[in-house]
């Protein structure tokens, strides 16, 4: 797969995951376009796509905001195998739920360093009105390790119930140390 290739596809599964265009890939030489993949599979709303590209290995990966898995948003993802051309876990199958959680979870942020090391960072939102134990907001963090997702853990814990979607960025400053600036900020409502 082309670079050029590769950001297009990258540009348009982000743009149909927002719901803002169909996704459609295409081969070349002769420019023919598949049919659009339905990334989740699912009833509900998909949003808040990100989508970050693992050099080392050719794969994309992409992570999004899912409405239909359970009573609350969860974040769900696939690994686009550019080697044997097909989404993992396969289309057949549901999305990896990556934050697994009953309580709302919003604004998934994914960073590769070059290595094959990945970044999933979300956050989490929970209150006392809705049955959680305490109010609070989460932003939580998994890695890729090449072969499969480290366990989710908490990276920083407020003891408030911050109720709007926040976004995030991650940005590298030192490709060589693994250091990364995150950027965060908050929707309007």
């Known amino acids: 797969m082309g670079h050029t ?6 540009v348009l599964i982000a743009l149909a995951l927002a719901g803002w265009a169909e ?9 023919t376009w598949a049919p659009v993949d339905n990334l989740s599979n699912l ?8 989508a970050a590209f693992d050099p080392s290995t050719g794969h994309l990966f992409v992570a999004w905001v899912d ?3 359970a009573e609350r948003e ?15 876990p396969g289309l057949g199958s549901p999305a990896d739920n990556l934050s697994q959680s009953e309580w709302a979870d919003s604004g998934p942020c994914l960073f590769f360093d070059g290595k094959g090391t990945g970044l999933l960072l979300w956050t989490r939102r929970y209150s006392a009105f809705q049955g959680a134990p305490a109010d609070g907001t989460d932003l939580l963090w998994r890695a890729w390790d090449g072969t499969s997702w480290s366990e989710e853990a908490v990276l920083y814990h ?17 490709q060589l140390t693994r250091s990364c600036c995150l950027l965060s900020g908050r929707r309007a409502i």
């Not at 009833?43 to 990100?50: K, L, N, P």
């Open 158 to 174: 407020s003891s408030s119930y911050l109720p709007t979607s926040y976004g995030y960025g991650l940005i590298p400053l030192k």
């Open 43 to 50: 009833a509900g709303d998909s949003t808040y796509a990100t």
């Open 67 to 69: 409405a239909g898995v």
């Open 74 to 88: 969860e974040i769900l993802g696939r690994r686009w195998d550019g080697s044997n051309q097909n989404w993992e």
């Open 5 to 10: 290739q590769r950001v297009l596809t990258f």
């Open 23 to 31: 996704a459609r890939t295409w081969t070349e030489p002769s420019v």
